[in-house]
Each structure stands twice: as structure tokens, then as C-alpha cells.
């Protein structure tokens, strides 16, 4: 499976955008799928997934204003993301897990946030 991710851009802040990850198959048996992003000079850390039955979990630092959701139908991931703060700015990147040795990764759309 390939991930392309995308949306990103440059917002003010207290803006929003969408970022949408475009699966090339059926995301419908993904055990997990999930948002991660990396700042520069720091780790990538979880932002927020969602599993297959679609629990949802978010990671404090975006509780309240990011809201990921998928479209099994689109096999498309998407992460909503209101009231943008400028630390919000990052690379984010797509995951899917499919089980043991079956994860794959998006290549990353570049969110920049001005103050």
C-alpha cells in the first residue's frame, strides 16, 4: 500500500486546514491508521489515530482541535485541524499498520503556521 498525504501549506494562526492521506488500496482491514508529525530538530511524535472500528485517540497537545476520521469508501485518511497554533508547525505524515511487519508510511506534507 502507498500513502500520499496532502493539504499542507501556510496558515495564520488560529486558521485551519485539512490534511488528506490517499491510500492506492482498500484501508478497510488497517488495524490502525494514524497522523504523526515532526518539527524541526525534534522526534516525530503521534498526533492522532484511529483504528479500524474507529476509536479515536489525540495526542493532549491537539485535544479539542484536531479531528482525524477516514472514508473507507475514498481509502482516504483525513486530519482536520482547527485553531492552528504556530508549534503546530511541522512535516505531518501519514501511517497505516496492517498488522505485523505490514507498515507503511506517507511521505510527509509541510504545515507552516504564522503568528
Known amino acids: 500500500v502507498q500513502l500520499q498525504a496532502s493539504g499542507g501549506g501556510l496558515v495564520q494562526a488560529g486558521g485551519s486546514l485539512r490534511l488528506s492521506c490517499a491510500a492506492s488500496?482498500?484501508?478497510?482491514?488497517?488495524?490502525?491508521m494514524a497522523w504523526y508529525r515532526q518539527a524541526p530538530g525534534q522526534q516525530r511524535e503521534l498526533v492522532a489515530g484511529?483504528?479500524?472500528?474507529?476509536?479515536?485517540d489525540y495526542a493532549d497537545s491537539v485535544k479539542g482541535r484536531f479531528t482525524i476520521s477516514k472514508d473507507n469508501a475514498k481509502n482516504t485518511l483525513y486530519l482536520q485541524m482547527n485553531s492552528l497554533k504556530a508549534e503546530d508547525t511541522a512535516v505531518y505524515y501519514c501511517r497505516s499498520n496492517a498488522g505485523s511487519g505490514y507498515d507503511y508510511w506517507g511521505q510527509g506534507t509541510l504545515v507552516t503556521v504564522s503568528s
Open positions: 488500496g482498500s484501508i478497510f482491514s488497517m488495524n490502525y
Open positions: 484511529i483504528s479500524r472500528g474507529g476509536s479515536r
